[in-house]
């Protein structure tokens, strides 16, 4: 349980991991723009903050200046014009400024002399700042200092009176950035708040979301687990993704597939078992009752023990037909090829058969259409020809006909065995060439058949590249073509069986 549970950390920790992928994206989807927009707002609201507290405060600096003009504050107008009455004034409204903004207010006059300094430090003293230069030549400056924590500004006092709108002073303000700096403060411990609220909901949802996106997945591999440990299961059904449902098709078959491929060695084992068997079978009841004899005479002793030995014959057959067809399971299973005539192989088939033809009264026939030279492998052709020369023969009724045929065009040779014979039922056609298959068992076995020739057969002729077919109309007879290319091509295609 610790480990499966220290594994699926494990598991999650690693990159590799669709789940922790999943979880990481929403995370930085969903955290990254949060942080974006908390600078964004703050980094924008002391901006327009700095800007209205500017603004305002020239709004301010400007009457002051009217005032101080339409005062005579500067002694620019006939004398006693001003009285000390309106300058306390103006000094009062100064003062008022400076100390609602935290700053400092200074009058400066065209001989950059301070005329008034709200400090009281600098009055009578000689000011050279670019600003206050700048100033006097018409240009109003505002400049903001975050790491001194000030924001510093120029105002022009013009004699409004005169056409020319003459400087006569300047102010230069400085104001404490201390209150915006407060709200600042306030709104980004907010932000904070609302941040930390915003991690936890998202880190919440890129587990959920993390956890739910990958179940389809997770489930998948858990039908395929429990498959695993035995295919009871006809098929899996897992609903989810698109995705998903391909893996889950894709599997499906593979599993149908092997499925089949388990019932076939199944059904071939339980096929061999039972050939096997009978054989023995045989012998054993020979051999009892022979031993329940006591004073079983001689000939009989022969006779049983000429039909105990045919029974082994049998069963040496079929042990020698299935270690053929093993032995030609084996893809790796290399062709000896080599340029033969086929019209020689065919003669040299049909002599050996004659014999058992004549036994029957069946008469063979070879009609071969031109000579044909193909690159086959010997031993495999002649077992191709023979089984099926060897069947039209076996399968045929008394006084019948075999016709063996030979032709070739530019790129196959066709081999074709027709009979007059049995002929083979349509629902079996598809069937002749599985191994052990055969249309009638007892007959079959009479005739000494193991039901493997024509799966051997098979075989061999796709071991060439070549099709066989065949046609056949019960009571009349059958008719079995094989095609082969004339050149042999050794390809790394997997052997296709029937
Ligand atoms: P077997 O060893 O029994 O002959 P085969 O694989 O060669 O096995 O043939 C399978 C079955 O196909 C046979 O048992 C027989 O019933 C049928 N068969 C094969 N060739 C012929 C034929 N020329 N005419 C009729 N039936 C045939």
């Given at each position: 349980m610790v480990a499966k549970i220290f594994g699926e950390l494990r598991a999650f920790l690693s990159l590799r991991n669709l789940q922790t992928r999943i979880f990481l994206v929403v995370l930085v989807a969903g955290f990254v723009p949060s942080v974006i927009m908390r600078y964004g707002i703050l980094g924008n609201y002391e901006e327009r903050s700095v800007q209205q507290r500017i603004s305002t405060v020239q709004n301010q600096l400007m009457i002051v200046g009217n005032h101080l003009i339409s005062n005579n504050y500067f002694n620019t107008?006939?004398?006693?014009?001003?009285s000390s009455v309106s300058r306390d004034v103006i000094d009062a409204e100064l003062e008022m400024i400076s100390n609602l903004y935290e700053g400092r207010v200074m009058i400066i006059d065209s001989g950059l002399?301070?005329?008034?300094?709200t400090y009281g430090l600098s009055e009578g003293k000689t000011i050279i700042s670019e600003e206050v230069i700048k100033c006097f030549q018409g240009q109003v400056t505002s400049n903001y200092d975050r790491e001194h924590g000030y924001i510093e500004m120029t105002t022009l006092i013009t004699d409004a009176s005169s056409d020319t709108g003459e400087i006569i002073a300047v102010m230069l303000t400085s104001i404490s950035n201390e209150s915006i700096m407060t709200n600042m403060e306030v709104l980004g411990r907010k932000a904070l708040i609302l941040e930390s609220l915003m991690i936890v909901i998202i880190t919440a949802m890129a587990i959920v979301l993390s956890v739910v996106m990958t179940r389809p997945f997770s489930r998948v591999s858990q039908a395929i687990s429990e498959v695993k440990?035995?295919?009871?299961?006809e098929s899996i059904s897992v609903p989810g993704y698109a995705e998903t449902d391909h893996i889950v098709e894709a599997f499906n078959q593979l599993l149908k597939r092997m499925r089949a491929l388990d019932n076939s060695r199944q059904e071939f084992v339980e096929n061999v078992s039972h050939e096997l068997k009978t054989p023995m079978a045989a012998i054993k009841v020979l051999a009892d009752s022979l031993l329940a004899q006591?004073?079983?005479?001689a000939e009989l002793y022969r006779e049983f023990l000429e039909d105990i030995a045919s029974e082994i014959d049998r069963e040496n057959q079929i042990i020698t037909d299935l270690l053929a067809l093993v032995k030609m399971d084996k893809k790796a299973q290399e062709l000896n090829i080599a340029s033969l005539d086929m019209n020689d192989l065919v003669e040299l088939i049909l002599k050996r058969l004659r014999p058992i033809a004549r036994k029957k009264d069946v008469e063979v026939v070879f009609e071969s259409m031109r000579s044909v030279v193909a690159e086959v492998d010997e031993v495999k052709m002649t077992l191709i020809m023979t089984n099926l020369v060897e069947n039209a023969i076996k399968y045929n009724k008394e006084h019948g006909r075999v016709r063996v045929e030979l032709d070739a065009d530019h790129q196959y040779f066709i081999f074709r065995v027709s009979d007059s014979g049995l002929g083979i039922p349509e629902d079996a056609l598809a069937h002749?060439?599985?191994?052990?298959?055969?249309?009638d068992k007892s007959h079959s076995r009479e005739i000494g058949?193991?039901?493997l020739g024509l799966a051997i057969t098979k075989s061999s002729v796709l071991m060439h590249r070549g099709s066989i077919t065949v046609s056949s109309i019960e009571g009349e007879g059958t008719s079995f073509t094989v095609k082969i290319p004339l050149t042999y091509t050794a390809g790394s295609a997997a052997l296709e069986k029937g």
């Open positions: 107008k006939p004398e006693g014009y001003t002399k301070v005329l008034k300094d440990a035995g295919y009871r299961e006591r004073d079983a005479p002749i060439f599985e191994r052990f298959y055969r249309v058949g193991t039901g």
